[in-house]
Each structure stands twice: as C-alpha cells, then as structure tokens.
T-cell receptor, first 112, second 117 residues
Framework: NAGVTQTPKFQVLKTGQSMTLQCAQDMNHNSMYWYRQDPGMGLRLIYYSASEGTTDKGEVPNGYNVSRLNKREFSLRLESAAPSQTSVYFC???????????FGPGTRLTVL | AQTVTQSQPEMSVQEAETVTLSCTYDTSESDYYLFWYKQPPSRQMILVIRQEAYKQQNATENRFSVNFQKAAKSFSLKISDSQLGDAAMYFCAYRSGNTGANSKLTFGKGITLSVRP
C-alpha cells in the first residue's frame, strides 16, 4: 500500500516549456487535490477533484490545468511554465470531501 | 474568508521536554475541522492530529495533544517527551465543515521546531 505517489520528484524547466505532474493513490479515495508550497508559506490549493469526473478551481488555478484520468490518478499540467511557478507541488487525497487529506511526497519544480 | 495564523516562526525544545506550538484561526463558521501536519526535511506532509469543532474533548495521539479553545479560536499542539525525530516544520490547518465548500485546507505559515539533544 503505497498511499499517494507523485512523479517526478524533481524537475527543471525553461520558461515556456510544458510538463505534466502525475499523481496516483491506491487508497480507493474519491477526492484528490493539488497544492503548491512556496517558501515561508503554507500550502495553497490549486485545483481539486471531489469525485471521478469532476474538477474545480482552488485558490491559485491560473496557469494550470488538471485531469482526473480515473479514480486513482489526478494530473496537473503546466502549459507554458513561468518562473512564478517555481514551487513544491503536493498531491493529496481523501476518502471523501469531508475526510482527512493524505499527502504525497511532493515534486520540486524550478522554472528558469 | 478563513485565515490561520502561526505567529512563532521558530521554536526549540530540549529532548524529553514538553513544547507547545501555537495556532489561532479566524472563521465565522460553526462547523469546521482543525489539523496539525508535520513536514520533516523529507518534505512529506504527515498528519499529526485532527480536531472536530463540534467535539469539546481535546484530541490526543500518543505524545501529541491539542488545546482547542473554540471561543478564543485557538488550537495549540503540545508535544510531550520530545524526541529528535520530532524536529520538523509544523503546520496548522483549517477546513470548513460546510458541505457546499470546496473542502480545501487553509494552512498557516508553519513553525520550525528544533530538538536539542
């Protein structure tokens, strides 16, 4: 039982490049989330998926898109990376919206 | 909008001693949940403890306990018998209990706890 896994662990991009961060959970959770963590700050919600087939914007969605591929997987895409998107990205999941969220190990992304 | 404030950026404790980490929050809601998460150098966010606002009893998990003061909107974490492995950044977080809300966690800025051997 791996919990929440994220790939890659580290990534360096040039401005304007695109990439997709992958997240998968094996806990049969219905809800999944993407957060970003910037230095000196707590995590902020980018997008979430309350259940398979639905996605909604969070607090800081600009510059990102998401796909809930199936119940297990929730990906985050940067279409044209900007230096302001340099951050650590965390995926999380919960059984349902009301339940405790469990986090993946994070992806450290640097945009030059 | 809800806010979470952790006013102490850093704290230090001697191994085996007790330390209390402070957190205050602001909300107009009556139904909500509060959490403490631990983030060690590995960056993994680990749930430490959870408190439901409707419960008067303070949550406890082994050496970790909270002091939940609903009227004062205060939610502090007490770590007893501190261990070297407790050294980490600790985040206080809030989540609305409103089923119409987006269930996001609102985090404080975190506090870095160091443990002296």
């Amino acid at each position: 039982n791996a919990g929440v896994t994220q790939t890659p662990k580290f990534q360096v991009l040039k401005t304007g490049q695109s990439m997709t961060l992958q997240c998968a959970q094996d806990m049969n959770h219905n809800s999944m989330y993407w957060y970003r963590q910037d230095p000196g700050m707590g995590l902020r919600l980018i997008y979430y998926s309350a259940s398979e087939g639905t996605t909604d914007k969070g607090e800081v969605p600009n510059g990102y898109n998401v796909s809930r591929l199936n119940k297990r997987e929730f990906s985050l895409r940067l279409e044209s990376a900007a230096p302001s998107q340099t951050s650590v990205y965390f995926c999380a999941s919960s059984l349902d919206r009301e339940d405790t969220q469990y986090f993946g190990p994070g992806t450290r992304l640097t945009v030059l | 909008a809800q806010t979470v404030t952790q006013s102490q950026p850093e704290m230090s404790v001697q191994e085996a001693e007790t330390v209390t980490l402070s957190c205050t929050y602001d909300t107009s809601e009556s139904d909500y949940y509060l959490f403490w998460y631990k983030q060690p150098p590995s960056r993994q966010m680990i749930l430490v403890i959870r408190q439901e606002a409707y419960k008067q009893q303070n949550a406890t998990e082994n050496r970790f306990s909270v002091n939940f003061q609903k009227a004062a909107k205060s939610f502090s974490l007490k770590i007893s018998d501190s261990q070297l492995g407790d050294a980490a950044m600790y985040f206080c977080a809030y989540r609305s209990g409103n089923t119409g809300a987006n269930s996001k966690l609102t985090f404080g800025k975190g506090i870095t706890l160091s443990v002296r051997p």
